[in-house]
């Protein structure tokens, strides 16, 4: 019997996991934004000291996991699992950095909904008593997104204004069964929501209902409201994807208290920084959930906050098909080490 089930698609943790440890990389571009301070390890090059974005990918994601295992002060072979994905065909990114290291891996495709995805599920084998230690971690790279997904760099393609810049960096955090830390005291599972969007150029768009979605059933199956958090933070809806949920959240009646904030605007200066509607990535709400996020709520600044990680499942393929953009987001509320 499923006795942590609340409502539709939320569970309760009665054993709350821990995340007793968190470290983020970043980019050149990223380093510069109003988070710039906060992150554990930047870089002025772009390619982390690689020959191509794609090995520099998996260099930001070995980066993270030694930087975590440093923080957590313990090594990569007292890891139970990692749980990792990234936007790169296949998820390579992910698979070769965890290659020939012994590590148990669960390789993840989420798209930018990934941090959020490897969480809920690093959350539900800790809680559910399977392993004591796992890492959930994600990566992206601007470069190497807008060569899969869009136009390459050479090409000189000119960015429309409901754009978003993919964020170059990677986040990871160790979750435990016991320790210090924030703990993971629910979350809700999303659902593959389509409104029928098909420019790639407009994410925001794409994942806003599949994020409005997420957010309304994780409040009902809890019986709570926005009031009952700090903050809460969508992945990467991008300045136009954030007005949008705020639009259907009003046509439907819900209030969301001024609550609502997005890493995509949180990681980049809109105003002074060249990113038209905003940050996106996996790596977006990766790093800003690994720096400033969980920062907050370790010293008790936060105490509790609802983790919307957004998520638009095309690929190359489907687009040049013609298809829409799929989208999806998961919920994970996280408390403060004090509470």
């Known amino acids: 019997m499923a006795t942590s089930k609340r409502g539709k698609r939320s569970f309760l943790l009665s054993a709350m996991p821990v995340i007793t440890a968190w470290a983020s990389v970043a980019g050149k571009k990223e380093s510069e934004g109003p988070l710039g301070h906060c992150f554990d390890v930047t870089s002025e090059d772009t390619l982390f000291g690689q020959k191509t974005w794609e090995q520099a990918e998996k260099q930001m994601q070995k980066i993270a996991l030694d930087t975590l295992m440093k923080k957590a002060g313990i090594n990569r072979q007292a890891l139970d699992l990692v749980f990792s994905g990234d936007l790169l065909n296949q998820c390579i990114g992910s698979s070769f950095t965890l290659r020939n290291t012994g590590i148990p891996h669960l390789g993840l495709y989420g798209a930018c909904s990934t941090m959020a995805e490897s969480l809920l ?136 208290g001024g609550k609502l904030v997005d890493c995509g605007t949180m990681v980049f200066d809109l105003e002074k920084q060249d990113v038209h509607s905003g940050g996106s990535g996996c790596g977006c709400s990766a790093i800003t959930l690994c720096s400033e996020l969980l920062e907050k709520l370790n010293r008790g600044k936060l105490h509790r906050i609802l983790f919307c990680g957004t998520g638009a499942l095309l690929s190359p393929t489907s687009t040049q098909q013609g298809l829409p953009i799929p989208g999806v987001c998961h919920g994970v509320s996280i408390i403060g080490g004090r509470e």
């Not at 960096?169 to 389509?194: R, Y």
């Not at 009952?228 to 959240?249: F, H, P, R, S």
């Open 121 to 256: 599920l690093s959350a539900m084998a800790v809680g559910g008593g399977f392993f004591d230690r796992v890492a959930a971690m994600t990566s992206s790279h601007f470069a190497s997104s807008e060569r899969q997904y869009r136009f390459p760099l050479g090409y000189g393609g000119q960015r429309t204004p409901t754009a978003q810049w993919t964020v170059t960096g990677s986040g990871a955090a160790l979750v435990c069964a016991t320790g210090k830390g924030p703990k993971i005291e629910a979350c809700t599972v999303g659902t593959v929501t389509d409104l029928g969007i098909k420019d790639a150029n407009n994410m925001g768009a794409a994942m806003a209902p599949a994020a409005y979605d997420t957010i309304k059933t994780h409040l009902e199956d809890l019986s709570r409201t926005a009031q009952d958090y700090d903050l809460i933070v969508t992945g990467d809806l991008g300045q136009l994807g954030k007005e949008m949920l705020l639009e259907l959240a009003r046509r439907d009646g819900l209030s969301l």
